[in-house]
């Protein structure tokens, strides 16, 4: 078995995760527009150092709620440097999940699952755990890197996925990435 620093991407790296390229290539407000609605309570699971999550923040408004999960701490220290005295500080609750749990007993109306699935072990539990934690309706966005996932691993992901009792809805494009956008069914 891989030993967990082996296995997901370190915080060393983190850097390479959030800058301006990556924004121009995957904006977040384009990729995640679809999906998030004002008011909404989001999980972001594996969130790194926030990415994802603080425009997330930002499109959920004052009446949202983000929940940045990660394994890592210190991920989760990335992200609160970065919103320390902002106003975001309020709708983004910082949540360390356990090595073989999430953890998070809040329902909420959206996961975002971006670059993490290919990193967790026993993704048969994480699912189930998924869908326990959304809403009814709730959904979720997978999306996976194309180096570090082959098109039949995606497509193994989705299919755990489905047992684990999601629905497809669409295969949407994101730049250099397999994506599925799936709703608790
Ligand atoms: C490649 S990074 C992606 C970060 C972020 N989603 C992004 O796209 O910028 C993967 C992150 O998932 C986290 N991770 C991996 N497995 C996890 C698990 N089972 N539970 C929570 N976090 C996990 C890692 O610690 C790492 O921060």
Request: one cysteine or more; glycine letters at 8%; a positive charge.
């Amino acid at each position: 078995m891989t030993k967990i620093n082996e296995r997901v991407c370190p915080v060393a790296l983190s850097g390479s995760l959030d800058n301006s390229i990556r924004r121009w290539l995957q904006n977040p407000r384009k990729i995640l527009g679809p999906y998030i609605k004002e008011g909404m309570t989001v999980l972001d699971v594996g969130c790194g150092p926030g990415f994802f999550t603080i425009e997330m923040a930002r499109m959920v408004g004052k009446s949202g709620r983000i929940i940045a999960a990660d394994m890592q701490e210190g991920m989760l220290q990335k992200v609160k440097e970065k919103i320390k005295g902002t106003e975001l500080e309020e709708r983004i609750l910082l949540h360390k999940c356990g090595e073989n749990n999430i953890g998070v007993s809040e329902p909420v109306d959206f996961v975002l699952l971006f670059y993490m699935v290919h990193e967790v072990p026993n993704k048969e539990h994480f699912f189930n755990e998924i869908r326990a934690i959304l809403k009814p309706n709730g959904q979720v966005l997978i999306v996976e890197p194309p180096f570090h996932v082959s098109k039949s691993a995606f497509e193994e992901t989705v299919r755990k996925a489905r047992e684990a009792g999601f629905a497809v809805v669409e295969r949407p494009k994101v730049f250099f990435s397999r994506a599925v956008f799936l709703k608790k069914s």
